[in-house]
């Protein structure tokens, strides 16, 4: 009798892990589907994503830390960079059904979309640099921002100052 009840619990224990990793699986693939709902044609890449709302981060932190020294043309340019970047987050996760029926055409439009968005929100960070080194009155020589990587890691580095 108490084997079959070591038995049973076990396998209890076995079926209630099963249903634990079912429900795992089952959210891990809703939540894919819902980052590629409207690009289901291709894997969305996650570190460009990160690096945009990491950006527009940056640019929320820009104007609660300097919003008193801001003059109306500064915040105005940053509420249209966050603009700017809520529409390329948008544009970098839709893309034409239509394009998967293009086939190698498609694909080389998605890869140039991409390096497009990769261009502007560059170029977005570059000013957001620019914005906060004018701002933060730093005693070290100002640098070009190359990458977005660089640009998002000295972004961190002026806003800790």
């Known amino acids: 009798m108490k084997k079959k009840f070591q038995l049973f619990l076990r396998d209890l224990l076995f079926f209630g892990l099963f249903f634990i990793f079912i429900g795992i699986l089952v959210r891990r693939v809703s939540h894919f589907i819902a980052i590629h709902k409207e690009s289901i044609i291709h894997e969305l890449d996650n570190t460009l994503l990160a690096?945009?709302?990491t950006t527009k981060n940056h640019?929320?932190?820009v104007i609660n830390k300097f919003n008193p020294v801001f003059?109306?043309?500064e915040k105005n340019q940053?509420?249209?960079m966050i603009k700017a970047l809520e529409k390329l987050e948008e544009?970098?996760?839709k893309n034409s059904h239509g394009?998967?029926?293009?086939?190698?055409?498609g694909t080389i439009s998605i890869v140039l979309k991409e390096r497009t968005i990769k261009t502007k929100l560059l170029t977005i960070i570059r000013e957001l640099y620019n914005i906060i080194f004018n701002y933060s009155f730093q005693k070290i020589p100002k640098k070009m921002v190359r990458t977005i990587e660089e640009g998002i890691i000295d972004n961190?580095?002026?806003l800790a100052r």
Do not use: A, F, W
């Open 78 to 80: 940053i509420e249209s």
């Open 99 to 105: 394009l998967l029926l293009l086939g190698p055409i």
């Open 51 to 53: 690096q945009v709302e």
């Open 91 to 93: 544009q970098y996760k």
């Open 71 to 73: 003059q109306n043309q």
């Open 156 to 158: 961190q580095k002026l």
């Open 59 to 61: 640019c929320i932190q």
